[in-house]
Protein backbone atom coordinates (compact mmCIF):
# COMPACT_ATOMS: atom_id res chain seq x y z
CA UNK A 1 0.00 0.00 0.00
CA UNK A 2 0.92 3.65 -0.23
CA UNK A 3 1.82 5.09 2.46
CA UNK A 4 1.53 9.09 2.22
CA UNK A 5 2.51 11.07 5.35
CA UNK A 6 0.67 14.67 5.25
CA UNK A 7 1.86 17.68 6.81
CA UNK A 8 -0.55 19.75 7.64
CA UNK A 9 -0.54 23.35 10.32
CA UNK A 10 -1.17 26.84 9.42
CA UNK A 11 1.69 29.09 7.64
CA UNK A 12 5.44 29.29 9.36
CA UNK A 13 4.97 26.73 12.01
CA UNK A 14 7.81 25.16 9.91
CA UNK A 15 6.12 22.46 7.66
CA UNK A 16 8.89 23.15 5.08
CA UNK A 17 11.55 22.28 7.17
CA UNK A 18 10.24 19.56 8.60
CA UNK A 19 9.95 17.96 5.51
CA UNK A 20 13.19 18.82 4.44
CA UNK A 21 14.46 17.27 7.18
CA UNK A 22 12.25 14.34 6.70
CA UNK A 23 12.81 14.15 2.75
CA UNK A 24 16.74 14.52 3.54
CA UNK A 25 17.00 11.76 5.79
CA UNK A 26 16.37 9.35 2.90
CA UNK A 27 18.69 11.11 0.89
CA UNK A 28 21.44 10.41 3.40
CA UNK A 29 20.66 6.92 3.39
CA UNK A 30 20.52 5.84 -0.68
CA UNK A 31 24.39 7.30 -2.11
CA UNK A 32 24.07 9.66 -4.69
CA UNK A 33 23.29 7.17 -7.58
CA UNK A 34 20.08 6.38 -6.46
CA UNK A 35 18.19 9.50 -8.34
CA UNK A 36 15.59 9.59 -5.83
CA UNK A 37 13.15 11.86 -6.34
CA UNK A 38 12.54 14.83 -4.47
CA UNK A 39 10.47 17.55 -5.56
CA UNK A 40 9.76 20.88 -2.88
CA UNK A 41 6.47 19.67 -1.80
CA UNK A 42 6.36 15.79 -1.92
CA UNK A 43 9.47 13.14 -1.60
CA UNK A 44 10.39 9.74 -0.18
CA UNK A 45 11.12 9.33 3.27
CA UNK A 46 12.68 6.17 4.93
CA UNK A 47 12.87 5.26 8.67
CA UNK A 48 13.73 1.72 10.21
CA UNK A 49 13.22 0.21 6.60
CA UNK A 50 9.82 1.69 6.53
CA UNK A 51 9.51 4.09 3.08
CA UNK A 52 6.43 6.37 2.88
CA UNK A 53 5.86 9.76 0.87
CA UNK A 54 5.55 12.98 2.29
CA UNK A 55 3.58 15.79 1.43
CA UNK A 56 3.99 19.53 2.52
CA UNK A 57 0.78 20.75 2.40
CA UNK A 58 2.03 24.31 2.72
CA UNK A 59 3.68 24.07 -0.59
CA UNK A 60 0.31 24.04 -2.04
CA UNK A 61 -1.25 26.82 -0.95
CA UNK A 62 -1.75 29.95 -3.40
CA UNK A 63 -3.98 33.18 -2.97
CA UNK A 64 -4.47 35.95 -0.88
CA UNK A 65 -5.37 35.88 2.78
CA UNK A 66 -9.19 35.55 2.63
CA UNK A 67 -8.76 32.78 0.39
CA UNK A 68 -5.61 31.32 2.72
CA UNK A 69 -7.48 29.84 5.65
CA UNK A 70 -10.07 28.13 3.20
CA UNK A 71 -7.48 26.77 1.25
CA UNK A 72 -5.65 25.34 4.90
CA UNK A 73 -9.02 23.96 5.64
CA UNK A 74 -9.45 22.11 2.24
CA UNK A 75 -5.88 20.33 2.48
CA UNK A 76 -6.88 19.08 5.73
CA UNK A 77 -9.76 17.34 4.32
CA UNK A 78 -8.09 16.34 1.95
CA UNK A 79 -5.42 14.93 3.80
CA UNK A 80 -7.76 13.07 6.20
CA UNK A 81 -9.17 11.64 3.03
CA UNK A 82 -5.85 10.15 1.18
CA UNK A 83 -2.85 9.89 3.87
CA UNK A 84 -2.33 7.18 6.09
CA UNK A 85 -1.09 10.17 8.77
CA UNK A 86 -0.90 13.88 9.86
CA UNK A 87 1.35 15.31 11.28
CA UNK A 88 -0.27 18.42 12.62
CA UNK A 89 2.49 21.06 13.27
CA UNK A 90 2.01 23.26 15.40
CA UNK A 91 4.72 26.47 16.94
CA UNK A 92 6.01 26.06 20.30
CA UNK A 93 6.74 29.20 20.42
CA UNK A 94 3.90 31.17 20.27
CA UNK A 95 1.26 28.77 21.30
CA UNK A 96 -2.24 28.03 19.95
CA UNK A 97 -3.70 30.31 17.67
CA UNK A 98 -7.48 30.45 16.56
CA UNK A 99 -6.20 28.74 12.75
CA UNK A 100 -4.69 25.82 15.26
CA UNK A 101 -7.63 25.85 16.90
CA UNK A 102 -9.88 25.09 13.21
CA UNK A 103 -7.58 23.06 12.37
CA UNK A 104 -7.56 20.83 15.03
CA UNK A 105 -11.48 20.94 15.02
CA UNK A 106 -11.55 19.45 12.02
CA UNK A 107 -8.60 16.80 12.72
CA UNK A 108 -10.51 15.62 15.58
CA UNK A 109 -13.26 14.14 13.03
CA UNK A 110 -11.40 11.72 11.63
CA UNK A 111 -10.20 8.35 12.41
CA UNK A 112 -6.93 8.99 10.93
CA UNK A 113 -3.77 8.64 13.20
CA UNK A 114 -3.30 12.19 13.24
CA UNK A 115 0.34 13.44 15.43
CA UNK A 116 0.69 16.88 17.11
CA UNK A 117 3.92 17.90 16.56
CA UNK A 118 4.91 20.57 18.69
CA UNK A 119 8.24 22.42 16.53
CA UNK A 120 10.65 24.74 17.48
CA UNK A 121 11.87 22.94 20.55
CA UNK A 122 15.10 23.37 20.15
CA UNK A 123 16.43 22.79 23.44
CA UNK A 124 15.04 20.78 26.71
CA UNK A 125 14.21 23.97 28.78
CA UNK A 126 11.73 24.66 26.63
CA UNK A 127 9.59 21.44 26.80
CA UNK A 128 6.81 22.74 29.36
CA UNK A 129 5.65 25.43 26.65
CA UNK A 130 4.41 22.57 24.78
CA UNK A 131 1.54 21.03 27.59
CA UNK A 132 -1.25 23.34 26.17
CA UNK A 133 -1.26 21.42 23.22
CA UNK A 134 -2.71 18.88 24.90
CA UNK A 135 -5.72 20.80 25.40
CA UNK A 136 -6.35 20.22 21.26
CA UNK A 137 -8.04 17.11 22.16
CA UNK A 138 -5.44 15.21 19.65
CA UNK A 139 -3.47 12.83 22.02
CA UNK A 140 0.20 12.74 22.73
CA UNK A 141 2.03 15.76 21.53
CA UNK A 142 5.44 15.39 20.25
CA UNK A 143 8.56 18.12 20.92
CA UNK A 144 10.49 18.26 18.23
CA UNK A 145 12.78 20.66 16.83
CA UNK A 146 12.65 20.08 12.46
CA UNK A 147 15.97 23.05 12.72
CA UNK A 148 18.18 20.47 14.82
CA UNK A 149 16.06 17.51 14.34
CA UNK A 150 15.79 17.03 17.89
CA UNK A 151 13.04 14.45 19.12
CA UNK A 152 12.32 13.74 15.27
CA UNK A 153 13.16 9.79 16.07
CA UNK A 154 10.57 9.42 18.67
CA UNK A 155 8.14 11.22 16.51
CA UNK A 156 8.81 8.98 13.94
CA UNK A 157 8.91 5.74 15.51
CA UNK A 158 5.62 6.41 16.39
CA UNK A 159 4.35 7.17 12.57
CA UNK A 160 5.69 4.33 11.51
CA UNK A 161 3.91 2.22 13.53
CA UNK A 162 0.65 3.83 11.91
CA UNK A 163 1.83 2.97 8.17
CA UNK A 164 1.42 -0.66 6.19
CA UNK A 165 3.64 -3.04 6.23
CA UNK A 166 4.42 -4.75 2.63
CA UNK A 167 3.25 -8.30 2.33
CA UNK A 168 6.56 -9.71 1.27
CA UNK A 169 4.75 -12.20 -0.74
CA UNK A 170 2.23 -10.11 -2.69
CA UNK A 171 5.91 -7.75 -3.10
CA UNK A 172 7.15 -9.90 -5.66
CA UNK A 173 4.09 -9.80 -7.40
CA UNK A 174 4.35 -6.88 -10.66
CA UNK A 175 1.90 -4.27 -9.69
CA UNK A 176 -0.02 -2.06 -12.60
CA UNK A 177 -1.82 1.11 -11.78
CA UNK A 178 -4.84 2.18 -14.13
CA UNK A 179 -4.71 6.01 -14.40
CA UNK A 180 -6.29 8.83 -16.66
CA UNK A 181 -8.95 11.87 -16.64
CA UNK A 182 -12.16 10.75 -15.54
CA UNK A 183 -14.47 8.97 -17.77
CA UNK A 184 -11.56 7.56 -19.70
CA UNK A 185 -12.37 4.36 -19.30
CA UNK A 186 -10.71 3.04 -16.62
CA UNK A 187 -13.14 0.98 -14.66
CA UNK A 188 -14.08 -0.16 -17.67
CA UNK A 189 -10.66 -2.11 -18.05
CA UNK A 190 -10.78 -3.40 -14.83
CA UNK A 191 -14.08 -4.61 -15.04
CA UNK A 192 -13.25 -6.46 -18.35
CA UNK A 193 -10.10 -7.89 -16.89
CA UNK A 194 -11.97 -8.62 -13.81
CA UNK A 195 -14.91 -10.04 -15.84
CA UNK A 196 -12.84 -12.55 -18.05
CA UNK A 197 -11.75 -15.16 -15.02
CA UNK A 198 -14.24 -14.10 -12.37
CA UNK A 199 -13.59 -17.63 -10.07
CA UNK A 200 -9.53 -17.16 -10.10
CA UNK A 201 -9.82 -13.00 -9.26
CA UNK A 202 -9.29 -13.04 -5.52
CA UNK A 203 -9.82 -9.31 -5.03
CA UNK A 204 -7.42 -8.14 -2.06
CA UNK A 205 -9.24 -5.38 0.03
CA UNK A 206 -6.30 -2.55 1.23
CA UNK A 207 -5.83 -3.26 4.67
CA UNK A 208 -6.94 -0.18 6.21
CA UNK A 209 -6.70 1.99 3.06
CA UNK A 210 -8.66 2.65 0.18
CA UNK A 211 -7.20 1.35 -2.39
CA UNK A 212 -8.17 -2.24 -3.31
CA UNK A 213 -5.30 -4.76 -4.86
CA UNK A 214 -6.66 -7.36 -7.26
CA UNK A 215 -4.31 -10.69 -7.68
CA UNK A 216 -4.83 -11.66 -11.54
CA UNK A 217 -3.70 -14.39 -12.68
CA UNK A 218 -4.67 -15.80 -16.10
CA UNK A 219 -2.79 -17.10 -19.24
CA UNK A 220 0.57 -16.87 -17.57
CA UNK A 221 0.14 -13.54 -16.31
CA UNK A 222 0.34 -13.04 -12.34
CA UNK A 223 0.37 -9.48 -11.41
CA UNK A 224 -1.85 -6.80 -9.03
CA UNK A 225 -3.74 -4.71 -10.77
CA UNK A 226 -4.38 -1.52 -8.17
CA UNK A 227 -7.35 -0.15 -8.34
CA UNK A 228 -8.30 3.06 -6.98
CA UNK A 229 -10.28 4.42 -10.24
CA UNK A 230 -13.25 3.26 -8.11
CA UNK A 231 -12.69 5.39 -5.54
CA UNK A 232 -14.84 8.68 -4.78
CA UNK A 233 -13.64 10.79 -2.29
CA UNK A 234 -15.45 11.44 0.83
CA UNK A 235 -15.10 15.22 1.78
CA UNK A 236 -16.62 18.53 -0.03
CA UNK A 237 -13.98 19.99 -1.61
CA UNK A 238 -13.16 21.02 -5.16
CA UNK A 239 -12.03 18.24 -6.94
CA UNK A 240 -10.34 20.54 -9.24
CA UNK A 241 -7.69 22.03 -6.96
CA UNK A 242 -3.84 21.19 -7.52
CA UNK A 243 -3.34 19.12 -4.31
CA UNK A 244 -6.08 17.06 -4.91
CA UNK A 245 -5.08 15.72 -8.20
CA UNK A 246 -1.09 15.79 -6.99
CA UNK A 247 -1.98 13.87 -4.50
CA UNK A 248 -4.60 11.39 -6.07
CA UNK A 249 -1.57 10.61 -8.90
CA UNK A 250 1.39 10.48 -6.55
CA UNK A 251 -0.60 7.68 -4.36
CA UNK A 252 -1.63 5.79 -7.52
CA UNK A 253 1.98 5.93 -8.62
CA UNK A 254 3.54 5.35 -5.58
CA UNK A 255 1.57 2.08 -5.44
CA UNK A 256 3.12 0.49 -8.51
CA UNK A 257 5.50 -0.52 -10.84
CA UNK A 258 3.62 0.24 -14.09
CA UNK A 259 1.50 2.87 -14.85
CA UNK A 260 -1.22 2.31 -18.16
CA UNK A 261 -2.25 5.37 -18.64
CA UNK A 262 -5.16 5.71 -20.38
CA UNK A 263 -5.84 8.56 -23.25
CA UNK A 264 -9.22 9.32 -25.01
CA UNK A 265 -9.00 8.88 -28.61
CA UNK A 266 -11.52 11.19 -29.27
CA UNK A 267 -9.26 13.93 -27.32
CA UNK A 268 -5.39 13.03 -27.87
CA UNK A 269 -3.24 13.49 -25.17
CA UNK A 270 -4.16 16.33 -23.02
CA UNK A 271 -2.09 19.01 -20.34
CA UNK A 272 -3.00 16.71 -17.94
CA UNK A 273 -2.40 13.40 -19.54
CA UNK A 274 0.76 14.88 -20.37
CA UNK A 275 1.40 15.94 -16.47
CA UNK A 276 0.80 12.59 -15.30
CA UNK A 277 3.56 10.80 -17.74
CA UNK A 278 5.88 13.32 -16.70
CA UNK A 279 5.26 12.58 -13.01
CA UNK A 280 5.42 8.77 -13.69
CA UNK A 281 8.19 9.24 -15.81
CA UNK A 282 10.11 11.08 -12.67
CA UNK A 283 9.52 8.70 -10.26
CA UNK A 284 10.62 6.03 -12.24
CA UNK A 285 7.59 4.25 -13.30
CA UNK A 286 7.25 1.82 -16.22
CA UNK A 287 4.94 3.23 -18.67
CA UNK A 288 2.29 2.09 -21.00
CA UNK A 289 -0.24 4.41 -23.30
CA UNK A 290 -3.61 3.22 -24.13
CA UNK A 291 -5.22 5.53 -26.59
CA UNK A 292 -9.06 4.16 -25.42
CA UNK A 293 -12.05 4.54 -27.61
CA UNK A 294 -10.51 3.40 -30.56
CA UNK A 295 -13.56 2.51 -31.98
CA UNK A 296 -14.90 5.72 -31.92
CA UNK A 297 -12.08 7.06 -33.91
CA UNK A 298 -12.47 7.35 -37.94
CA UNK A 299 -9.13 5.91 -39.11
CA UNK A 300 -7.44 4.62 -42.18
CA UNK A 301 -3.98 2.99 -42.20
CA UNK A 302 -2.30 6.52 -41.69
CA UNK A 303 -4.05 7.16 -38.36
CA UNK A 304 -2.33 4.90 -35.77
CA UNK A 305 1.19 5.96 -36.95
CA UNK A 306 -0.29 10.18 -36.74
CA UNK A 307 -1.74 9.39 -33.43
CA UNK A 308 1.88 8.35 -32.06
CA UNK A 309 3.94 10.68 -34.02
CA UNK A 310 1.57 13.26 -32.22
CA UNK A 311 1.84 11.77 -28.34
CA UNK A 312 5.59 11.13 -29.56
CA UNK A 313 5.99 14.81 -29.88
CA UNK A 314 4.37 15.82 -26.76
CA UNK A 315 5.83 13.67 -24.25
CA UNK A 316 9.21 13.94 -25.78
CA UNK A 317 12.45 13.24 -25.09
CA UNK A 318 10.99 9.66 -22.84
CA UNK A 319 9.32 8.58 -26.45
CA UNK A 320 10.40 4.97 -25.72
CA UNK A 321 6.51 4.36 -24.70
CA UNK A 322 4.68 1.25 -25.85
CA UNK A 323 1.38 2.67 -27.28
CA UNK A 324 -1.35 0.82 -27.42
CA UNK A 325 -4.60 1.73 -29.48
CA UNK A 326 -7.46 -0.10 -27.35
CA UNK A 327 -11.56 -0.78 -27.64
CA UNK A 328 -12.07 -1.37 -23.92
CA UNK A 329 -16.02 -1.85 -25.30
CA UNK A 330 -15.53 -4.07 -28.21
CA UNK A 331 -12.50 -5.46 -25.95
CA UNK A 332 -9.85 -4.79 -28.89
CA UNK A 333 -6.62 -5.22 -27.70
CA UNK A 334 -7.33 -5.27 -24.17
CA UNK A 335 -4.95 -8.38 -23.64
CA UNK A 336 -2.47 -6.94 -25.62
CA UNK A 337 -2.21 -3.63 -22.76
CA UNK A 338 -1.50 -6.46 -20.16
CA UNK A 339 1.15 -8.42 -21.87
CA UNK A 340 2.47 -5.01 -22.80
CA UNK A 341 2.79 -3.94 -19.07
CA UNK A 342 4.43 -7.77 -18.32
CA UNK A 343 7.17 -6.91 -20.82
CA UNK A 344 7.50 -3.35 -19.70
CA UNK A 345 7.79 -4.60 -15.86
CA UNK A 346 10.43 -7.11 -17.16
CA UNK A 347 12.44 -4.57 -18.74
CA UNK A 348 12.05 -2.31 -15.65
CA UNK A 349 13.27 -5.42 -13.70
CA UNK A 350 16.15 -7.12 -15.88
CA UNK A 351 19.70 -6.69 -15.06
CA UNK A 352 22.43 -7.05 -18.06
CA UNK A 353 25.15 -9.08 -17.49
CA UNK A 354 28.16 -6.94 -16.93
CA UNK A 355 30.16 -8.52 -19.21
CA UNK A 356 27.62 -8.29 -21.74
CA UNK A 357 26.97 -4.62 -21.40
CA UNK A 358 30.87 -3.60 -21.68
CA UNK A 359 30.85 -5.80 -24.98
CA UNK A 360 28.38 -3.63 -26.83
CA UNK A 361 28.75 -0.42 -25.52
CA UNK A 362 32.25 -0.03 -25.06
CA UNK A 363 32.74 -1.44 -28.76
CA UNK A 364 29.91 2.03 -29.65
CA UNK A 365 32.43 3.81 -27.23
CA UNK A 366 35.55 3.41 -28.73
CA UNK A 367 33.54 4.22 -32.64
CA UNK A 368 32.01 7.33 -31.20
CA UNK A 369 34.02 8.59 -27.82
CA UNK A 370 32.76 11.76 -26.22
CA UNK A 371 34.01 14.77 -28.19
CA UNK A 372 37.37 16.36 -26.31
CA UNK A 373 36.78 19.13 -24.07
CA UNK A 374 39.33 21.62 -23.74
CA UNK A 375 42.05 20.20 -25.51
CA UNK A 376 41.14 16.70 -23.35
CA UNK A 377 40.37 13.47 -24.14
CA UNK A 378 37.98 11.42 -22.35
CA UNK A 379 38.39 7.80 -21.60
CA UNK A 380 35.10 5.62 -20.57
CA UNK A 381 37.04 2.28 -19.01
CA UNK A 382 34.13 0.35 -17.63
CA UNK A 383 30.20 0.55 -17.54
CA UNK A 384 28.49 -1.69 -14.87
CA UNK A 385 24.39 -1.64 -14.04
CA UNK A 386 23.63 -0.52 -9.80
CA UNK A 387 21.52 -2.30 -8.52
CA UNK A 388 17.98 -0.77 -7.82
CA UNK A 389 14.31 -0.73 -9.01
CA UNK A 390 14.47 0.91 -12.12
CA UNK A 391 17.55 0.51 -14.56
CA UNK A 392 20.25 2.56 -13.52
CA UNK A 393 24.34 2.42 -14.96
CA UNK A 394 27.48 3.68 -14.31
CA UNK A 395 30.07 4.55 -16.71
CA UNK A 396 33.32 4.95 -15.31
CA UNK A 397 35.47 7.23 -16.97
CA UNK A 398 38.37 9.83 -16.28
CA UNK A 399 37.14 12.56 -16.75
CA UNK A 400 33.46 12.89 -15.92
CA UNK A 401 32.41 16.45 -15.64
CA UNK A 402 33.50 16.56 -19.02
CA UNK A 403 30.47 14.78 -20.58
CA UNK A 404 27.70 16.60 -21.97
CA UNK A 405 24.00 15.95 -22.09
CA UNK A 406 24.05 15.23 -25.97
CA UNK A 407 26.50 12.33 -25.51
CA UNK A 408 24.60 10.95 -22.27
CA UNK A 409 21.56 11.33 -24.61
CA UNK A 410 23.31 9.38 -27.39
CA UNK A 411 24.15 6.85 -24.68
CA UNK A 412 20.83 6.45 -23.49
CA UNK A 413 20.25 5.82 -27.22
CA UNK A 414 22.84 3.10 -28.18
CA UNK A 415 21.22 1.44 -24.88
CA UNK A 416 17.97 1.54 -25.87
CA UNK A 417 18.62 0.04 -28.76
CA UNK A 418 20.60 -2.71 -27.73
CA UNK A 419 19.11 -3.95 -24.31
CA UNK A 420 15.02 -3.52 -24.57
CA UNK A 421 13.78 -0.91 -21.93
CA UNK A 422 10.73 -0.32 -23.59
CA UNK A 423 8.16 1.81 -21.66
CA UNK A 424 11.16 1.84 -18.84
CA UNK A 425 12.80 5.14 -17.63
CA UNK A 426 16.50 4.98 -17.41
CA UNK A 427 19.16 6.69 -15.34
CA UNK A 428 23.33 6.97 -16.51
CA UNK A 429 25.64 8.18 -14.15
CA UNK A 430 29.31 9.06 -15.31
CA UNK A 431 31.79 8.57 -12.10
CA UNK A 432 35.68 8.96 -11.89
CA UNK A 433 37.94 6.18 -12.07
P1 LIG B 1 5.94 26.60 7.06
O1 LIG B 1 5.37 27.89 6.56
O2 LIG B 1 5.04 25.95 8.05
O3 LIG B 1 6.38 25.68 5.98
O4 LIG B 1 7.24 27.02 7.93
P2 LIG B 1 8.79 27.02 7.51
O5 LIG B 1 9.34 25.65 7.49
O6 LIG B 1 8.97 27.88 6.32
O7 LIG B 1 9.39 27.73 8.80
C1 LIG B 1 8.98 29.02 9.23
C2 LIG B 1 10.09 29.63 10.05
O8 LIG B 1 10.32 28.88 11.25
C3 LIG B 1 11.42 29.66 9.32
O9 LIG B 1 12.05 30.88 9.61
C4 LIG B 1 12.17 28.50 9.92
O10 LIG B 1 13.56 28.69 9.89
C5 LIG B 1 11.67 28.50 11.35
N1 LIG B 1 11.75 27.16 11.92
C6 LIG B 1 11.30 26.00 11.40
N2 LIG B 1 11.58 24.97 12.24
C7 LIG B 1 12.19 25.49 13.32
C8 LIG B 1 12.72 24.94 14.52
O11 LIG B 1 12.68 23.74 14.79
N3 LIG B 1 13.27 25.82 15.43
C9 LIG B 1 13.33 27.15 15.18
N4 LIG B 1 13.88 27.92 16.09
N5 LIG B 1 12.86 27.69 14.04
C10 LIG B 1 12.30 26.88 13.13
P1 LIG C 1 -13.34 6.06 -15.85
O1 LIG C 1 -13.95 7.29 -15.28
O2 LIG C 1 -11.98 6.34 -16.42
O3 LIG C 1 -13.31 4.89 -14.94
O4 LIG C 1 -14.23 5.68 -17.14
P2 LIG C 1 -15.35 4.57 -17.29
O5 LIG C 1 -14.76 3.21 -17.36
O6 LIG C 1 -16.40 4.82 -16.27
O7 LIG C 1 -15.89 4.90 -18.76
C1 LIG C 1 -16.53 6.11 -19.06
C2 LIG C 1 -17.47 5.92 -20.24
O8 LIG C 1 -16.71 5.59 -21.41
C3 LIG C 1 -18.44 4.75 -20.03
O9 LIG C 1 -19.67 5.15 -20.56
C4 LIG C 1 -17.84 3.63 -20.85
O10 LIG C 1 -18.79 2.73 -21.33
C5 LIG C 1 -17.20 4.40 -21.99
N1 LIG C 1 -16.07 3.66 -22.58
C6 LIG C 1 -15.03 3.06 -21.93
N2 LIG C 1 -14.19 2.49 -22.80
C7 LIG C 1 -14.70 2.74 -24.04
C8 LIG C 1 -14.27 2.41 -25.37
O11 LIG C 1 -13.25 1.79 -25.59
N3 LIG C 1 -15.06 2.86 -26.39
C9 LIG C 1 -16.19 3.57 -26.18
N4 LIG C 1 -16.88 3.95 -27.24
N5 LIG C 1 -16.61 3.90 -24.94
C10 LIG C 1 -15.88 3.49 -23.89
Redesign the pocket.
Known sequence: MANIVAIVGRPNVGKSTLYNRLTESRKAIVDDFSGVTRDRHYGQAEWVGKRFTVIDTGGFVHGSDDVFEAAIRDQVLIAIDEASAILFVVDATTGITDLDDEIADVLRRSSKPVFVVANKVDSAKQTHDTHEFYSLGLGEVYNISSMTGSGTGELLDELVKELDVEDEEEEELPKFTIV?R????????TNALLGEERNIVTPIAGTTRDSIRIHYNQFGHEFLLVDT?GLRRKSKVNEDIEFYSVMRTIKALEDSDVVIL?IDAKDGIEAQDINIFHLAEKNKKGIVLLV?????VEKDHKTAKAFEDTIKSKIAPFTDVPIIF?????KQRIFKAVETAMEVYENKTKKIPTSKLNDVMLEIIEKYPPPATKGKYIKIKYVTQLPGRSPMFAFFCNLPQYIKDPYKRFIENKLRENFDFSGVPIQIFFRQK
Open positions: GPNVGKSSLAMNKWDTTSVTE
